[in-house]
């Protein structure tokens, strides 16, 4: 198959079995992108920093990186039509009937089930994505590591950070790491 | 309520696209600055109705909530065209931005960034898997759903959309099998 092709089906895919949107699609990026070799892990986990940070939907974010990277422009146009498009023509299509099946107990029941499979999908995919992060001997940068690893996580869950500013102190932290060095 | 015209809303809608940091779930409040307290074109009860559908089908959750907006403020051309504005700013800055990588992933200022960026992407993963859990998931048996889910995934025995259609397949089986033990009773 045609390259662009390929990358506009392949997000257009990830979108459709998406719901809920951000955090969501990440492992079903993350498991096209590895699958296909598109990208090693540890550029992954940048680009997922990087859309982190920027304006948007991370999911365009993601997208349209991953496009350029892969294609150039041509092929980020690919992957962000192809990752707005499924919810986009749902909607204009079903319109007022999509809003009326959203109260169906029929499909409530199935998104209390989908519920427990976006769980473990994203903390199979964090667990995949911190081989990444392992280093070869244990030092002064596996204990960095280990500290904003600690530090990010329970400023998101337990203080409710926004991701962005915990990014930017986390590249922050990087940076004077590589100086105390 | 007057009628927008198109212009106004497309401006909005890369103003939303512009400023909303990390997507969706942290999109809610600027919506409601923008479209309810700036323009007065929906009402607070509105926009929450409006998130909450665009939620609750496949896609970008912000994408989704321009499209069902612009449906409600002015027809299909509207909602095509504040899908397009809504995007179109991430999409600007990130092309640029990987424009610019290119080449610079080895750079040495880059490097300490990225060292210091990777830990917390992954524990930012860690924290949205605990997040969504605990909002959602009541019972210990769902728990061991979630952890049976991503036991497959990781073994490589199922792909993330088998496990999701799984868990539809699985919620919608609850629902039609209390109905007719309710039915019968």
Redesign the interface.
């Known amino acids: 198959m045609n390259t662009h092709l390929l990358l506009f089906w392949t997000f257009f895919?990830i979108?459709?079995?998406?719901?809920?949107?951000?955090?969501n699609?990440?492992?079903?990026m993350q498991?096209e992108v590895a699958a296909r070799g598109w990208l090693a892990s540890?550029?992954f986990?940048?680009i997922?920093?990087?859309?982190?940070?920027?304006?948007?939907?991370?999911?365009?974010?993601l997208a349209?990186?991953t496009g350029?990277?892969l294609a150039g422009?041509t092929g980020?146009l690919a992957t962000?039509t192809g990752?707005?498009?499924?919810?986009?023509l749902?909607?204009?299509a079903l319109?007022a009937i999509?809003?009326r099946l959203?109260t169906r107990?029929?499909?409530q029941?199935?998104?209390?089930?989908?519920?427990?499979?976006?769980?473990?999908?994203?903390?199979?995919?964090?667990?995949?994505?911190?081989a990444?992060?392992v280093p070869e001997a244990f030092g002064f940068?596996a204990l960095?590591?280990?500290v904003?690893?600690?530090l990010?996580?329970g400023l998101?869950?337990w203080h409710r950070l926004?991701?962005?500013t915990?990014?930017l102190?986390?590249?922050?932290?990087?940076?004077l790491?590589?100086?105390l060095r | 309520m007057v009628r927008p015209s198109l212009v106004p809303v497309i401006w909005s809608f890369l103003r939303i696209?512009?400023?909303?940091?990390?997507?969706?779930?942290?999109a809610l409040p600027v919506f409601e600055a923008e479209l309810v307290r700036r323009r007065q074109w929906l009402t607070v009860t509105e926009t929450a109705e409006t998130y909450?559908?665009?939620?609750?089908?496949?896609?970008?959750?912000?994408?989704?909530f321009a499209?069902?907006a612009g449906?409600r403020l002015g027809g299909?051309r509207m909602?095509?065209c504040a899908?397009l504005a809504v995007?179109l700013?991430?999409?600007l800055?990130?092309?640029a931005?990987?424009?610019w990588?290119a080449g610079r992933?080895d750079n040495?200022?880059v490097?300490?960034?990225?060292?210091?960026?990777?830990?917390?992407?992954?524990?930012?993963?860690?924290?949205?898997?605990?997040?969504?859990?605990r909002g959602?998931?009541h019972t210990p048996l769902?728990?061991l759903?979630?952890?049976?889910?991503?036991?497959l995934?990781?073994a490589r025995i199922l792909?993330?959309?088998t496990?999701?259609?799984?868990?539809?397949?699985?919620?919608?089986?609850?629902?039609?099998w209390n109905k007719k033990m309710g039915g019968a009773s």
């Open positions: 895919k979108s459709l079995f998406s719901i809920g949107g951000g955090y699609m990440i492992p079903l498991h540890e550029r986990l940048d997922l920093a990087v859309s982190e940070i920027t304006p948007g939907p991370v999911a365009v974010n349209t990186f350029y990277q422009f980020a962000t990752v707005c498009l499924p919810g986009s749902i909607l204009l319109g999509a809003i959203r107990p029929a499909f029941s199935a998104m209390r089930g989908v519920m427990p499979m976006l769980v473990g999908l994203l903390a199979a995919t964090a667990i995949r994505m911190a990444a992060l940068a960095q590591t280990l904003i690893f600690a990010t996580l998101f869950v926004p991701p962005a915990l990014m102190s986390a590249a922050a932290a990087g940076i790491g590589s100086l | 696209g512009a400023v909303a940091f990390g997507g969706g779930l942290a909450a559908i665009s939620q609750s089908v496949p896609g970008v959750i912000i994408v989704n499209v069902l449906l299909k909602a095509l899908a995007a700013p991430a999409f800055v990130i092309l931005l990987a424009a990588s992933w040495r200022w490097a300490a960034a990225l060292s210091g960026l990777r830990p917390a992407v992954v524990a930012i993963l860690v924290g949205a898997a605990i997040r969504l859990g959602n998931l769902l728990w759903a979630a952890a049976a889910g991503g036991g995934l990781l792909s993330p959309v496990l999701i259609l799984l868990g539809a397949a699985a919620g919608l089986g609850i629902h039609l």
